[in-house]
């Protein structure tokens, strides 16, 4: 069986950022976010890394990170693109806005070849959750189910102090994952974490420990099969309801594999701290976390030269 891959979404806009966040440092050399992702998915086993991004930003991520990974990592650039459409499709008029993460991970399938994992380039994850999924991977194999994963974190763990976020509420029985309910706009308020569905004239509680997903998935090569095969139907409903901003999001496809009987996505919880850049005043905060990882040991100050790169 051939080593667990690596799969990195980097084609976000970011607009809520208001920059390609994927690259703006936050390390105390210049390391950006995705930096401490590969210098921890690389110690915890993978060898082969795929990055999914724009076309317009092929040179920067080319000069910014395969500067420090080339020599440690096999790695790929893919692009998501408006019109890689199934034959007979064509782009709306007006549309600019990306697919969204299952169309990006299906961007992957002529090079995929193994079990791999699904990462946000924005999203600090920690190495606990690096070395679970990579464990998951290497004994991966279909049985009859799908046999996927996902690492979920606490909701306390994930909330940003400067806005709202969306999160992927988890039902979890017995350690396997039930179902995922998109909520896209949980903020702490008054001292609880809370959602709202309704634009904000009510909100509702949710426990602090509650199981999210923050996009950091394991599956097997079947997944871009049933990504493949069910995008037609999402676009022929899309662009009759929702053609300038549709999206075709990954938790609705493990949703409906999980309904349908076909998949079983084992939970793999981390207790780390899940750190990200929603928006620009995250950034310091980011920043502050990262110093006192270095302060406690956790990751080397000049953090390529500890495997061996300048």
Known sequence: MKEPILVVMAAGM???????????????????????????AYLAGFRRVIFIIKKDNA??????????????????????????????YAVPAGREKPWGTGHAVLACRNIVDAPFAVINADDFYGRDAFEQIFAFLSQARDDGLYRYAMVGYPLKNTITESGSVARGICSVENGVLAGIEEHTRIERRNGKIEFTEDGGNTWRELAPDTTVSMNLWGFTPSLLQELGSRFPSFLDKILRENPLKGEYFLPSIINLLLEEGKAEARVLRSGDQWFGVTYREDKPRVQAAIRQLIADGRYPEYLWKGLGNK
Do not use: C, N, W
């Open 14 to 40: 970011g607009s809520r950022y208001g920059g390609l966040k994927q690259i703006d440092p936050v390390g105390l050399h210049g390391e950006i976010i995705i930096d401490y992702s590969l210098y921890d």
């Open 59 to 88: 040179g920067i991520f080319r000069e910014v990170i395969g500067s420090h990974i080339d020599s440690l990592m096999e790695a790929h650039y893919v692009y998501q693109t408006l019109d890689d459409l199934p034959d007979g």
